[in-house]
């Protein structure tokens, strides 16, 4: 555990070093690191999932994978929840001098929040719709990476983090396809109020 400490630490540090050199790198990293540009972009995206297809077969694979991004991302926020009751991590910014341009999160670093409700979302996706939940993917490893490179989390917080929302989203896909038809059914009622 020592030596994970070790390379977690070195990392955020070599990592952090960068932080306030190069303007440009600053700016992208600040929007990135946001608690609101990421999750907006993927709420954005999950919305237009919903009512963009065109054709039956597509638009019930979207509407599955909302569904499913939906339930994940909920379980995701419970699991997160669950973990920090029984296990807490400090932060990196409070065991080393990092330059930080983000606010200081007191609660537990393990397992980071963005990386397992990002990837949790965007593999859900990812099983129904490959080319939007890859799209997913990408900008919840954005989201994850640019809180290592700010200091608020450890790598391994991140990685840990993005595992854990994987798996979730692999068994709720699982657990919805064992309880159809009632997710056919969410979605008829959505077709009767004229929301899907």
Not at 5 to 13: C, F, P, Q, R, S
Not at 50 to 60: G, I, K, T
Not at 139 to 147: G, I, Q, V
């Amino acid at each position: 555990m020592d030596a994970l400490k070790e390379a977690d630490t070195k990392i955020v540090l070599w990592l952090n070093q960068w932080v306030g050199k190069y303007g440009p790198l600053d700016e992208l990293s600040e929007l990135l690191v946001s608690d609101y540009f990421i999750p907006v972009l993927m709420a954005l995206g999950l919305l237009w999932l919903w009512f963009s297809a065109r054709d039956q077969e597509l638009r019930q694979a979207s509407h599955w994978a909302v569904i499913t991004a939906v339930v994940a991302l909920g379980c995701a926020n419970l699991a997160v929840l669950l973990i920090n009751d029984y296990y807490f991590r400090a932060r990196p910014f409070t065991e080393a001098d990092l330059n930080l341009f983000f606010y200081r999160p007191t609660d537990s670093s393990f397992p980071a929040n963005p990386a397992v409700l990002s990837f949790a979302l965007a593999f859900a996706v990812w099983k129904s719709r490959r080319l939007v939940g890859a799209t997913l993917l990408i900008m919840a490893a954005m989201w994850s990476l640019s809180r290592v490179y700010a200091g608020v989390f450890y790598l391994s917080d991140v990685a840990v983090g993005a595992a854990i929302g994987v798996t979730i989203a692999y068994v709720i896909t699982f657990v919805l396809h064992w309880l159809e038809p009632l997710p056919t059914m969410v979605i008829r009622i959505g077709k009767t109020l004229h929301l899907a």
